[in-house]
């Protein structure tokens, strides 16, 4: 008869093992990975590769997988069409109503499918919790939108668990888009800074390899508040969504916009790395016309000399016939206006 010792020390490790398969099936299979990708690191005000060679990420913002999943749409095709534009890099923009309608198994999958196929098109992933308002009061323009802090901390905390040391997975974009949605209610840039340090070191205590992305208000516009108060957290980087309109609700000259721009958010180039996740226009009466993405073109290779100048990193949007400014008109990816241009930027800097 086998001692009660025993039983206990072997009903133990059963438990151990069967308690670490659990744990496994929580982190994403890195072994379904083509390759292990250049890990990007922040020195300065720059991204650099392993080689410490200035890294840039250009590329696009797809639809929400969730959105892509309910018309069909979800393949690698879209992936292999980015590639083919030149991209290096694929936003994915995770709505909070999407996450809760998947479920988190499910829409952890679908994160999966994303990075395998970046992954085999040597592009990098920017995974982005695409929520605007302001969260610590809790508005919000629609119910897409709406969140907690403690559901934002739980989504943070699965997604750095699954895919730390993921090196294709290279940036965490916090919150897409903080705003001021009501006049009467007062933005605090100290209480805001707080709660992205504490999802910033709630980030690293799973993963310091990938750099989080903190963006500023005014629907990720502006980043005045950190000249004088900046994230207090090593190997971050910051957010700007320099649509034209948030220069001026009129076409302005190349050197207004220079000086407005480098007011508001690309000053901060200088001392840290700075990522535009959404730039793109479309001209008034053209598919999804709204404020603040109108503008004849002249954006286009306006804002490109300025990020070319300032070695920030972009992200176009959107890779989708829907969401507008649009850069395809339809799902044989015929370029619209934009898309062209942002089609052509691509290839010339691969």
């Known amino acids: 008869m086998m001692p009660l010792f025993t039983k206990l020390l072997l009903l133990f490790f059963s438990f151990s093992y069967a308690v670490s398969a659990l744990a496994d099936k929580s982190r994403f299979d890195a072994t379904k990975l083509s390759r292990v990708m250049p890990i990007i690191a922040v020195k300065g005000n720059q991204f650099i590769n392993e080689e410490g060679k200035t890294f840039t990420f250009r590329g696009m913002s797809i639809a929400d997988p969730d959105k892509l999943v309910t018309e ?168 700007s969504h320099p649509y034209p309109q948030k220069a001026g609700m009129k076409q302005l000259p190349k050197r207004t916009y220079f000086d407005r721009w480098e007011k508001s958010w690309g000053y901060v180039a200088e001392k840290y790395p700075v990522v535009t996740t959404e730039i793109g226009w479309v001209k008034e009466g053209g598919f999804g016309a709204h404020i603040p993405v109108l503008n004849d073109g002249e954006y286009g290779p306006i804002i490109m000399e300025y990020l070319d100048d300032k070695g920030i990193s972009w992200i176009g949007w959107a890779f989708d016939p829907l969401w507008s400014p649009v850069m395809i008109k339809n799902w044989d990816f015929e370029p619209s206006e934009q898309g062209k241009f942002f089609k052509k930027v691509l290839l010339e800097k691969q």
């Open 72 to 239: 069909g749409r979800w393949n690698k095709r879209i992936f292999e069409e980015l590639a083919s534009w030149g991209a290096n890099t694929v936003r994915l923009p995770i709505h909070p109503v999407a996450w809760r309608k998947q479920g988190k198994e499910q829409y952890l999958a679908l994160i999966d499918e994303a990075i395998i196929w970046a992954n085999e098109l040597n592009m990098y992933v920017i995974v982005d919790w695409h929520s605007i308002g302001y969260l610590t009061k809790g508005l919000f323009p629609k119910p897409d939108y709406e969140t907690n802090t403690e559901e934002t901390i739980d989504f943070w905390k699965t997604i750095a668990h699954r895919y730390k040391g993921v090196s294709t997975v290279a940036l965490y974009e916090l919150f897409n888009e903080p705003s001021n949605l009501a006049l009467d209610v007062e933005v605090n840039w100290n209480e805001w800074k707080h709660f992205n340090e504490q999802l910033i070191d709630i980030i690293y205590d799973q993963d310091k390899q990938v750099i989080p992305l903190v963006a500023g208000f005014d629907w990720a516009y502006d980043l005045t508040p950190i000249k004088e108060s900046p994230i207090n957290r090593p190997g971050i980087g910051y957010v």
